[in-house]
């Protein structure tokens, strides 16, 4: 997901379905029937599959193993990357203790692991590559503020600020 927007990771992170609200209504496009089969081979047990096209992506929503996912296309049908909810217990313990020390009045909303299944560069700002193929991002929220923040962890525990959605 060379050019994936930010778009995508911060609808993943407030709504059950990205496309649901209609966000990339007008740019959408059929899913092709290689993008579909190359899906079956990646994913042959999944079910209740949902697609979803814009101008850059082929969007699977399914249940795979008990779990509601995300799965991303490029136009060539090959798999750019997957996205589902974590739990936020499960990022490292140092993450975790950063967090908490650095963000006290801010409450978690939500946890998501992307794992971009492109090598190169990442999909979110074409221009700065990230380090592992994993990546985690919290979503907090201040108590008495309408904006939340979102945080970009790494497997080995690095947190970094990556936006504010207000």
Do not use: C
């Not at 959408?28 to 992506?57: C, G, H, I, M």
């Amino acid at each position: 997901m060379k050019k994936m927007n930010l778009t995508i990771l911060m609808t993943l992170l407030f709504s059950p379905f990205v496309f649901a609200g209609g966000i990339h209504k007008k740019d959408k496009q059929e899913v092709s029937y290689l993008t579909k089969q190359d899906f079956r081979a990646d994913f042959p047990k999944a079910q209740t599959v949902q697609w979803n096209r814009d101008k850059e992506y082929s969007e699977a929503t399914f249940v795979n193993k008990g779990m509601k996912m995300h799965a991303f296309y490029n136009w060539d049908g090959n798999l750019s990357s997957t996205t589902h909810d974590y739990a936020y217990n499960s990022l490292p313990e140092a993450a975790r203790n950063n967090i908490a020390r650095q963000y006290k009045n801010y409450t978690v909303e939500k946890t998501i692991v992307l794992k971009d299944d492109e090598s190169n560069l990442n999909d979110l700002f074409p221009l700065v590559p990230y380090e592992y193929r994993t990546n985690y991002f919290v979503l907090l929220k201040k108590n008495d503020q309408p904006e939340q923040i979102i945080l970009h962890v790494t497997p080995d525990g690095n947190v970094s600020y990556f936006k504010t959605m207000k």
